[in-house]
């Protein structure tokens, strides 16, 4: 039973960071690629950032491009999104899912509850 667990979600104003962890359990984490999507009030889930098997390559959409931050930690089973610089349009549910292969497909069968992040402006 694969499961995946966010946390780090939070109210931040305008500018400031958060880090968000995905902890993940039941599957050989580490040979899959890993991603982070976002659901805001009213619309539908959309692709944030994601990470290859190993962590040589990240893709981003271009709304969060120089902004957060991908990475993982095999050992500790984990992913990671670092956002900085947050704006008030940033305010979503996240969750990370684990991708189909090592690779990023763009497929993903695996998703984790979902943490809050709300960006007072």
């Known amino acids: 039973q694969v499961q995946l667990v966010e946390s780090g979600g939070g109210l931040v104003q305008a500018g400031g960071s958060l880090r968000l962890s995905c902890a993940a359990s039941g599957r050989t984490f580490s040979n899959y690629a890993m991603g982070w999507f976002r659901q805001a009030p009213g619309k539908e889930r959309a692709f944030v950032a994601a990470?290859?098997?190993?962590?040589?390559?990240?893709r981003y959409a271009d709304s969060v491009k120089g902004r957060f931050t991908i990475s993982r930690d095999n050992a500790k089973n984990t992913v990671y999104l670092q956002m900085n610089s947050l704006k008030p349009e940033d305010t979503a549910v996240y969750y990370c899912?684990?991708?189909?292969?090592?690779?990023?497909?763009?497929?993903?069968?695996?998703w984790g509850q979902g943490t809050q992040v709300t960006v007072s402006s």
């Open positions: 990470i290859s098997w190993n962590g040589v390559t990240t």
């Open positions: 899912a684990v991708g189909i292969s090592r690779w990023i497909t763009g497929d993903y069968n695996y």
